[in-house]
């Protein structure tokens, strides 16, 4: 036996999942229906939590990182989605700039890049680099290694904003593609860009997205499938709150938040009774605008609000780029009860799945051997691995055992797929002004 | 060492196969370009010959069995191209009916079927299969062994035709796809639909198609791909003739047959003169609407023609179903020196290429240890064992070199992809009337 996941759904999700496999034909149809109301995502990671009796999107990435995490065979479908995606949006593009993070010392982050430049040239697209960041002055070769393993490389060039368009040195691109969310704000060279395609729209960067509005919209979408498919929501759907004008510094919005946490609390804490689930509740406070793991803590009692102590303060008041938090998101807390079994260890598990367009092409685990099970994984510093999905999610497996692992990554493919959808609607309607 | 196949380009060939591998975003931007002038086949499968200094598809089949025959790691491509394909077409489509060839006793055929099936269902339909076959009176259930090596299950009931519209006991589908060419001509159900969608169109039945149209198609679509790279087109571009009204039986219309065969043959020659190619011409004689390997011939000398004798005469008089042959294609003939060499035995190996939509998922190779590498590998009772194809055609390797095995099945992907183009020109502008 190597290295096995080790978890198993109870309760009603398991029922779930049963119906999720068996009538996976409709699903599909459904899905179907649901993505033609609104424009998929060009491109988008969805963090999953498995809680065993809960699985749960808690993270919807529309400039998604970590390609480099995907599998070898995952690549054929990944280049074939995006092709799709390139056919509806702007058949007619071949040069394309692509918009990186400023973190360009960032190891892995050079190699997801990397891997994108490379999937990108594959669908059928000249991929030309070009930085934002002001310190990047003349082009820079960048050596990394492929998901094959093969070492490739590729140029960062700094940026010219000439005629309604940004461009490179001898290269004209027709499409920009962000892989940047923009949190500290949008560059005003690309507020100007009157005469080229940006993909996604910059009313995607977290200049603009709320986690609040997302959910909100994840939450009509869940409600929706688990109406046709006959489920409770709330086995895919988490709670949430939302507290506006926050400052943790000064302590201003405290009681909003103390009294949104315990409410969310005493929720949770009913449905678990309800379910007889013997686990304690918590919440997950976030930064609503926020990205990259920052600005988050986990909370299981409100009176830990105003315990804070100044450098837990410090911590929640700032995301990315020195960005100052004002809105919070408070969220049911999903267990990870996934773990993966290597040897003599145990590590926490979850699972990111990758959707291009409405396609879900792969996905990983973020492995974790330090964290708790109702910590957050995507903070600064941790110590992942990642674990390739030993198959993909596109279909699920002949036998109609839910605990297969093909069944389940179908499961999760389905549930990035609905996140997927919120993505869409929210964007398409959302409230924040655009650009 | 393990198996492999034995074979390297050269000459101009080798060169053009370096050009599209060096610039495959500009060919992948005008095979998109190109795609988006006509709608592609909802699928196809296309034969390719490799001579080494010519590489040639040489057959394109609009109703392609052979899905068993696609590797484990095909898969996900291939639902997800269905997917996109039925999303374009009709997006609304629940309830599917699958009607199959008649010869629902060859194993091959009832695999290839049942992995048609699960492929289909996978995509989001609700698949049943129900037959033409006047013998199919009550539903019978088949047993397969998919791709994966797992044995299932599906089943063939008999057809009903009310109002406009063909039906299953119980069952009422919005779409009907075909897998059966309908070479003798299409039955008067089908006709009559009027309320149902059919896919792939009743005018790609070789009841309406013929392969001088096709190839008429091929030759200016390859002109115009090797205009745009910069190559001779004859390097991947058959030449033909094209005789109609021949009766083999009753000798009517040889003279014309054995003026195109000698012209052909010298055009050939001239050829292979120039390219310095030392080998002898021959050109393959096949019926213009045939399919199925009935009713091909391959001539070394015109003077063959009038020595065919009474057997060599029946064969080539009908095809499949008793059809009988008037109409003839002389095809150029491409030699097939790619080699399957297996521990002590070489055998020729045919490349065939799924293109589903405009996308390349995946492809075998026809493996035959006893025939001639100047026959046609396609025929009636042959011995042939697939191989799939080991990795994915959908893009290049990172490595420019030509002869490796990634860069060479993206090659034939990209070759298969311009059949594909021809027939979806073939179609949409077919002078044969449509039913």
Redesign the interface.
Same mark, same amino acid.
Request: aromatic share 4%; glycine share 4%; charged share 20%.
């Given at each position: 036996m190597g290295p096995q996941l080790n978890v198993s759904l109870c309760g009603e999700l398991l029922d779930l999942e049963k119906l999720i496999i068996e009538k #996976? *034909?409709?699903? +599909?149809?459904w !899905? /179907?229906?649901s993505f033609?109301q609104n424009t998929p995502p060009f491109y988008c990671s969805v963090d999953l939590r498995n809680a065993c009796f809960k699985i749960a999107p808690i993270d919807t990435n529309l400039f998604p990182a970590g390609f480099n995490n995907l599998g070898e065979?995952d $690549? *054929?479908?990944t280049? =074939?989605?995006f $092709?799709?995606s390139? +056919?509806k949006r702007c @058949?007619?593009v +071949?040069n394309v700039l692509l918009i990186p993070e400023k973190h360009t010392r960032n190891k892995f982050y050079l190699e997801n890049l990397g891997n994108l430049f #490379?999937i990108l040239?594959? *669908?059928? !697209?000249?991929?030309r680099v070009g930085s934002i960041d002001p310190l990047v002055t003349k082009t820079v070769g960048v050596n990394y290694r492929?998901i #094959?393993g +093969?070492d490739?490389c590729f140029e960062i060039s700094p940026l010219i904003f000439r005629d309604g368009k940004l461009k490179l040195k001898n290269f004209d691109p027709d499409l920009v593609i962000l892989n940047n969310d923009f949190s500290s704000g949008i560059p005003n060279d690309l507020k100007k860009i009157n005469n080229q395609i940006i993909i996604p729209s910059l009313r995607d960067c977290w200049a603009f997205r709320r986690k609040s509005y997302h959910f909100a919209k994840y939450d009509q979408v869940s409600k929706e499938f688990c109406k046709f498919i006959g489920a409770d929501d709330w086995l895919i759907n988490p709670m949430f709150e939302h507290c506006k004008k926050i400052n943790f510094k000064n302590k201003q919005g405290e009681s909003c938040l103390t009294d949104h946490v315990s409410d969310l609390l005493k929720k949770i804490k009913k449905k678990y009774n309800d379910s007889e689930i013997r686990k304690k509740p918590f919440v997950v406070v976030k930064a609503d605008a926020g990205t990259y793991g920052m600005g988050i803590m986990t909370i299981r009692d409100a009176s830990e609000i105003k315990n804070l102590n100044r450098k837990q303060r410090n911590k929640m008041s700032k995301i990315k780029e020195g960005v100052e938090v004002s809105d919070v998101l408070i969220q049911e807390g999903v267990y990870s009860f996934e773990t993966f079994v290597d040897s003599e260890t145990e590590s926490v598990a979850e699972p990111v799945v990758y959707v291009v367009d /409405?396609?879900v092409v792969g996905g990983f685990y973020r492995v974790h051997s330090e964290k708790g099970l109702d910590e957050n994984l995507n903070s600064p510093g941790m110590q992942f691995y990642p674990l390739p999905f030993e198959n993909?999610c =596109?279909? @699920?497996a002949? #036998?109609n055992d839910p605990n297969s692992t093909t069944n389940r990554l179908y499961f999760y493919g389905v549930l990035a797929r609905l996140a997927a959808i919120a993505a869409s609607k929210e964007t398409s309607n959302s409230p924040q002004s655009p650009v």
């Open positions: #996976s *034909a409709s699903v +599909e149809h !899905l /179907r229906d033609n065979k $690549m *054929a479908c280049v =074939q989605a $092709m799709t390139i +056919e @058949p007619d +071949e #490379s040239s594959n *669908a059928g !697209l000249t991929v492929n #094959s +093969e490739s /409405r396609y993909g =596109q279909f @699920p002949l #036998s």
